[in-house]
């Protein structure tokens, strides 16, 4: 069996080792141009070049949880495309999202600003049932976060493009819901996949119908969000603030005004790392899995994209 191994801006060595300790009888090449054909890769942004080469694919592991950028290439049909399927991901997607949203509501950034002026100031409590949060996505990391956001007893409503059903979670779904499930959250978590229908999905219109005060946590795709949109809703005042892990631009462009926004709070696409140990072992079962003829979990539907 041989492995093609092509992650753009990844470094490959302690891949190539993790794989080959974990599949001795495998055959695990770094992709070079014109290399011969291989059974399975282990990609994340790979050149069209590679795709074009290697027509004869069975699976293609994607190392991180969003394909829409592979989806983008021509693909060969051979081939299953699977994301991670959490492979210690959600754990640090619920830390990330309740961290930003207890900052939040616990007004954590406010007491910074004013010990930082030496100032001994006891601000009145807030109420958590003023401060719903809503979920979109409810995919593996959606649920997650929408659960672990239960543990800490915020009203949680959940927006899924399916019905889906979580304990103590508020289910709104498809997009005739998607009005009363904005309508009915103050903090909005974006962690859904980006798609012609998702693009763009945070914009004036939708992010208008938050709760007064609201608050935006995007940690899915930063084309989701209209930046300008963000920027006037924040400025008027309907908005409070924003956490944003992922940009349209990546790195952020110098001259973005998201740099210095005072209300928002940024980080550069750090909410869930890829754990390289964890991931290998998740594709060595599922190509094991495969070779035997099962079903694996996290197969893209492309049609879908995602
Ligand atoms: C992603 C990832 O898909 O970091 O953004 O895994």
Redesign the pocket.
């Known amino acids: 069996m041989k492995i093609a191994f092509c992650c753009t801006g990844t470094e490959p060595a302690p891949w190539l080792a993790g794989l080959r300790a974990a599949l001795p009888q495998a055959q695990v090449e770094l992709w070079q141009a014109g290399a011969s054909p291989a059974d399975y890769a282990v990609v ?1 942004a790979p050149p069209q070049q590679f795709f074009d080469e290697q027509r004869q694919l069975k699976a293609v592991f ?7 950028a592979l989806l983008k290439l021509r693909l060969p049909s051979s081939a299953s495309f699977v ?2 399927d959490d492979a210690g ?1 959600a754990v640090q997607m619920a830390e990330y999202v309740c961290h930003a949203v207890i900052r939040h509501f616990r007004e954590f950034d406010v007491y910074a600003a004013d010990i930082s002026q030496g100032h001994w100031t006891v601000h009145p409590s807030q109420h958590r049932a003023d401060f719903p949060v809503g979920v979109m996505g409810l995919g593996v990391l959606g649920q997650r976060v929408a659960q672990a956001l239960t543990h800490f007893e915020f009203p949680v409503n959940g927006w899924s493009r399916t019905p889906k059903q979580l304990d103590g979670v508020r289910g709104f779904h498809g997009g005739d819901q998607l009005d009363a499930f904005l309508a009915a959250s103050r903090i909005l978590v974006n962690l859904l996949p980006l798609t012609a229908e998702t693009l763009g999905i945070m914009n004036r219109t939708t992010l208008s119908r938050l709760h007064p005060g609201g608050y935006v946590i995007n940690v ?2 930063g084309a989701h969000l209209v930046d300008d949109d963000l920027l006037a809703l924040l400025d008027s005042g309907h908005l409070a603030g924003a956490t944003l892990d ?1 940009f349209r631009t990546e790195p952020l462009p110098p001259a973005h005004p998201f740099w210095h926004h005072p209300k928002i709070t940024m980080t550069p ?1 750090t ?4 754990l390289r140990e964890t991931s290998i072992a998740q594709m060595v079962g599922k190509i094991a899995a495969l070779e035997r003829g099962e079903r694996i979990a996290g197969i893209v539907d492309t049609s879908r994209g995602y």
């Open positions: 994340w994607a190392i991180g949880a969003g394909v829409d994301r991670l991901m899915a795709r992922v696409h909410s869930a790392r890829t």
